[in-house]
């Protein structure tokens, strides 16, 4: 695995940039500081390489080779719920707006490093307007091992889309109707739904347990292999999945189930392929990649969460 700083690694960051650990070394390449991972590159057998890029994806993407993935698996961060402790994070934007906008952005970047026949598997989160929003579920609460991210904007109803207290914002959909606008062919809405859901305190509506997975593709004929993914009685595979949570998911506060990951990469790539997850978080979709004999370029702001990626590649790596 390889893990390159690109620009200025802690750029933004509003914390001190943790020292890097001795397992990553090297020194300026291409005019980027670049790590490179002490251990072995190959890590699975065939090999399957792992690149993590570190730094803001929209950056990085537009250093990246045009048509050089298959396949984007990816989660970014929720509007308005986690502090990934970056100036330059998606989710902490003003308004929803900004944030629509700033996804459909980071999404034109992969679309250029998409081949032709490409796919972007989308899973994006919803959340309500709130107003008010003080103690325990105030602006310092912790969600996971972060701060909570309701700020002044989210502790008052954001002014947009006629929104009033307690809607729901439909953010996935938005960001799903935005990106059709900008050229994506939105072809499958496919349901997360969770064996475990998040407990909620509330008393006037169903707890939310599903989420949503989109499935884009560049152009109007695209690579999916039906045969990756069957349903149990061999039928085509539904657009419903009941995941679990993975029991080893440690040190990340928003990962998605590996099985989700494998999903989406068994269908929209080949072995050999190159899938790409523009917001890293604990690698997930690298494990995934890796484990079908794909490789893997993983982009995340945040160095802490670099760390995370490789020792989660270096426990795989010990369980073969
Ligand atoms: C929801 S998490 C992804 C979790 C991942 N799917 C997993 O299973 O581990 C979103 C990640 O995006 C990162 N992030 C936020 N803004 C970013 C940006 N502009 N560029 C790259 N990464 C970003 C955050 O630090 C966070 O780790």
Known sequence: MSIATVGSPAKGKRAEAPTLAPWVRGGPADGARRYVAASSPTLFAPPSRTEVLVGDCREVLASRKSESVRCCVTSPPYWGLRDYDHDDQIGAEASPVEYVENLVDVFRAVRRVLTDDGTVWLNVGDGYARNGGTGRHGPNAVVGNTRKMIQKRNCKVPDCWGLKYKDLMGLPWRVAFAMQEDGWFLR?????????????SVRDRPTSATEQIFLFSKSPRYFYDPQGVREDSGANLRNFWLLGPDPTNRGHP?????????????LGSGVGDTVLDPFGGSGTTALAAAELERHAVLVEINPDYAHIIRDRIDAAKAEL
């Open 188 to 200: 499958s809405t496919i349901t997360w739904a969770k064996r475990t859901a998040m407990p909620e």
């Open 254 to 266: 928003a990962t998605f189930p590996r099985e989700l990951a494998h999903r989406c990469i068994a």
